[in-house]
């Protein structure tokens, strides 16, 4: 077998055998597939797609390739949620402490914001003390004492997505269907859980901006996680504004608490219920949506979502101080008020816009290995369907980096549309795929 002759298989349109998936890949991750080789496949698998059977031989590849978190003898029914990633989304950090309080297990693993895109990680980061980092045994033991845990991928989890990630970061191929589901699915099926619920983002501050394309990608995961034993189901959610008030890291973390301590953020709760109630129902706890969504409203409500998250944030060696102190979070020397040049009803918030700005003003990162302020980012005042008059507050910016604040400010408003009716009310959940 070739390597050259594989991506020209792939290049010309074929489909390829599993041996000739396992052949490239696991030569990649010991070293004898060159970068130069693996960007051409990834570029044709780009162009070319994969059917079901190669994504699903991709998928076990990369997940053979590293180690797997056995919770057998953890008693509860385990269950995790992966978002594709979005502008303000922050729905984990709420969701987990939510579910688990519910009686659920709940092995979150998270990632890095990367782009446009913010992540949990680097969010939780932003409270001090807390650990990301994680050993398999810290892990269960957090399980067992709080019930839930939030960590990043481990070193050992599927290491070939991690060398591929980094590779299609650099070449452009991150938004390729094949991909994204291998990616995902391999980390997710490492993590030894009964249920997944997936929350596919579409819109303009999503990977996939078009409905179709997410719903290919949420058929795509769907049908990989069921038939690998892990039963699924994809929820497609609307992307198109930033979700919630903040897009940042520190400033997310304080929304999150808000809303474990009652604040009514519409669309946040929308989407974070929804989930909950899924992650409730895809492991048989509850069998329909609304009971679901009543029984985590119910706790919120009595404190006991909050009591969760401050034992997690306790055990994983957080500040659980923050709860009562918000100042002990990052914050930024300089808040900058973006007003708006007219009145009307706000009709458009383009996240991807919004997620940009904020990167700027350093609460993202253009590349993996590039630094970021976890006080920097976003707090919108308004959202779409308010009505805004001249000069009225739009958003306030955090930030550091005083020389970003003007082409921030432009690339924000570039983003905002006023009109004169107000817009229809949308749901953010649009679809379910199971
Ligand atoms: N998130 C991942 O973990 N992988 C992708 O490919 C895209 C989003």
Redesign the pocket.
């Known amino acids: 077998m070739r390597v050259y002759e594989i991506i020209k298989k792939k290049r010309d349109g074929h489909a390829l055998e599993r041996e000739e998936i396992e052949f490239l890949l696991e030569g990649y991750l010991r070293g004898d597939v060159p970068d130069y080789q693996m960007s051409a496949f990834l570029m044709s698998v780009f162009f070319r797609g994969m059917d079901g059977e190669e994504t699903r031989c991709l998928t076990e590849t990369m997940l053979r390739s590293g180690s797997l978190l056995d919770l057998s003898d953890i008693p509860g029914r385990k269950v995790d949620k992966h978002s594709?990633?979005g502008v303000g989304d922050k729905v984990s950090i709420i969701l987990t402490p939510l579910v688990a309080s519910a009686g659920l297990i709940v092995p979150m693993m998270t990632?890095r914001g990367l782009g446009h895109t913010g992540g949990t990680m680097d969010k939780l980061e932003s409270i001090p003390g807390f650990r990301t980092t994680m050993t398999n045994d810290e892990i269960k033991e957090g399980l067992r004492r709080v019930g839930c845990v939030m960590v990043g991928f481990s070193e050992e989890m599927a290491p070939l997505d991690r060398r591929l990630?980094t590779l299609?970061d650099v070449t452009a191929t991150?938004d390729s269907i094949p991909?994204?589901t291998a990616?995902?699915m391999s980390?997710k099926l490492a993590e030894g859980i009964d249920g997944l619920v997936l929350d596919v983002k579409t819109g303009s501050g999503a990977?996939m901006k078009d409905i179709d394309d997410a719903r290919a990608l949420a058929g795509s995961m769907v049908k990989i996680g069921n038939s690998m034993g892990v039963k699924t189901v994809a929820v497609i959610t609307d992307m198109d504004e930033p979700l919630g008030m903040a897009v940042g890291n520190a400033i997310e973390v304080n929304e999150c608490i808000d809303v474990l301590n009652g604040r009514q953020i519409d669309d946040l709760l929308e989407v974070t219920l929804y989930l909950g109630a899924m992650m409730l129902r895809v492991v048989g706890m509850e069998e329909e949506t609304d009971r679901a969504v009543e029984r985590l409203r119910g706790l919120i409500k009595d404190g006991s979502a909050l009591k969760k998250f401050i034992e997690m944030v306790e055990f994983q060696g957080g500040n659980p101080a923050i709860v009562e102190r918000r100042s002990l979070l990052p914050h930024s020397c300089l808040s900058v008020e973006v007003t708006s040049d007219r009145e009307g009803f706000i009709t458009a918030i383009d996240a991807e816009k919004v997620g940009i700005a904020s990167m700027m003003l350093g609460a993202g990162r253009e590349r993996m290995d590039s630094d970021i302020d976890h006080a920097a980012g976003i707090v919108l005042e308004k959202k779409v369907g308010d009505y805004v008059g001249r000069d009225d507050v739009l958003c306030t910016f955090c930030t550091s980096r005083e020389e970003a604040v003007s082409m921030a400010e432009r690339i924000f408003l570039e983003g905002v549309r006023i009109g004169d009716t107000p817009p229809e009310k949308r749901s953010r959940i649009l679809e379910v795929v199971a």
């Open positions: 594709t990633g990632g990630y299609r991150v991909l994204i990616s995902i980390k990977f």
